[in-house]
C-alpha cells in the first residue's frame, strides 16, 4: 500500500487519537493538530518521524490557511482529511446561553467547515482524495437535554451532504461517520454543560444530564476497533454517505427514520393541498 498522508483535527484523545495510531501502525503518515505545545511536543517524541503534531486551534478560523498552506509545501499533498475536533455541551435550549452554543458551533461548525474549505482546493487540483466527517448518531436525531449539540452536527451533516454531490465528479470521496457512545472522555471531562439549570427540565434535560454522568466508562464503543473500521472503510470502494458506528445509532437511526416516515404518510393529504 501507498503511504497516505492523513491531516487529522484533535488527536489529544479519545477516537481522534486512536485513529492517528490505528492509521501510522497501517504504514500511513499523520499530521495532527493539538492546542497546546506540550502536547505537540510529546506527540512529535511518542511518533519519531512516522507522525507529526501541529499546533492549531480550529476556532482560530483566521490560522487555518496559513497552516494548511504549510502542510503543502511541506508534504506536497493531503491525501484524506479528518475532521474530528469538537466538543459536547450538554443542557436544555432555554438553559444554553448564546456565548454558550456559539462556543460550541464555532468548534463543531464553523472551524470543521473553515479547515474544509483550506484542504479542498488541493485534493480538488489533484482530483483524488478523501474528506471524511467525524459526526454522532446525535447529528440524525435530536434528544431532549442534547439540543445545542445536536444542532451544531446537524449543521456538519447538512454541509457535508451537499459537499459529497458536488465534489464526487472531481474525485473526492467525502463520508459522514456516525458514532454511537464510546468509552472516550466525551461524556466525562470534555462535556461542557450549559451554566444555567432550570427545575422545570429535570425530567427532560436533566434526566440526560444524569444519563451522560452515569454512562461515562461503560459506553459500547471501542475507539481502536472503530478506528479500524474507518480506515477500512475509507480505503474500500463503498459508495456510501454515511458510516454508523456502534449498535446504539443503528437504532436511533432507524427511529428517526421511522418517525420521519410516519410523519411523512401522516401529512401527505395536508402537504399536497399547498400548490397551486
Not at 52 to 79: F, G, M, Q
Request: charge should be positive.
Amino acid at each position: 500500500m501507498n503511504k497516505k498522508i492523513y491531516l487529522i483535527t484533535g488527536v489529544s484523545s479519545g477516537l481522534r487519537k486512536a485513529l492517528a495510531e490505528t492509521i501510522v501502525d497501517a504504514g500511513n503518515y499523520v499530521i495532527g493538530t493539538l492546542r497546546s505545545e506540550r502536547e505537540v511536543s510529546e506527540f512529535n517524541v511518542k511518533y519519531n518521524g512516522r507522525a507529526e503534531a501541529i499546533k492549531l486551534d480550529i476556532t482560530d478560523l483566521p490560522s487555518i490557511d496559513s497552516h494548511v498552506k504549510n502542510i503543502i509545501s511541506k508534504h506536497s499533498r493531503i491525501d484524506c482529511l479528518i475532521n474530528n475536533a469538537g466538543v459536547g455541551f450538554s443542557g436544555a435550549i432555554e438553559e444554553a446561553s448564546i456565548e454558550e452554543v456559539r462556543k460550541v458551533f464555532e468548534s463543531n461548525f464553523f472551524g470543521t467547515l473553515k479547515l474544509t474549505q483550506a484542504v479542498l482546493p488541493y485534493i480538488r487540483e489533484r482530483k483524488n482524495g478523501s474528506i471524511i466527517q467525524i459526526s454522532s448518531h446525535a447529528g440524525v436525531k435530536a434528544f431532549a437535554g442534547f439540543g445545542v449539540y445536536n444542532a451544531s452536527k446537524f449543521a456538519l451533516e447538512g454541509f457535508s451532504e451537499a459537499l459529497a454531490q458536488e465534489v464526487a465528479p472531481l474525485g473526492i470521496k467525502v463520508v459522514i461517520v456516525e458514532p454511537g457512545p464510546f468509552r472516550t472522555n466525551f461524556a466525562g471531562r470534555s462535556l461542557v454543560r450549559a451554566k444555567m439549570q432550570i427545575e422545570e427540565y429535570s425530567e427532560t434535560a436533566g434526566k440526560f444530564r444524569k444519563i451522560l454522568d452515569n454512562v461515562h466508562g461503560k459506553q459500547e464503543g471501542d475507539p481502536h476497533k472503530a478506528a479500524a473500521v474507518i480506515l477500512e472503510f475509507v480505503n474500500s470502494d463503498s459508495t456510501s454517505l454515511r458510516l454508523p458506528l456502534g449498535t446504539i445509532p443503528l437504532k436511533t437511526i432507524d427511529a428517526k427514520i421511522e418517525s420521519l416516515q410516519n410523519d411523512l404518510n401522516a401529512n401527505r393529504a395536508l402537504a399536497i393541498q399547498a400548490v397551486f
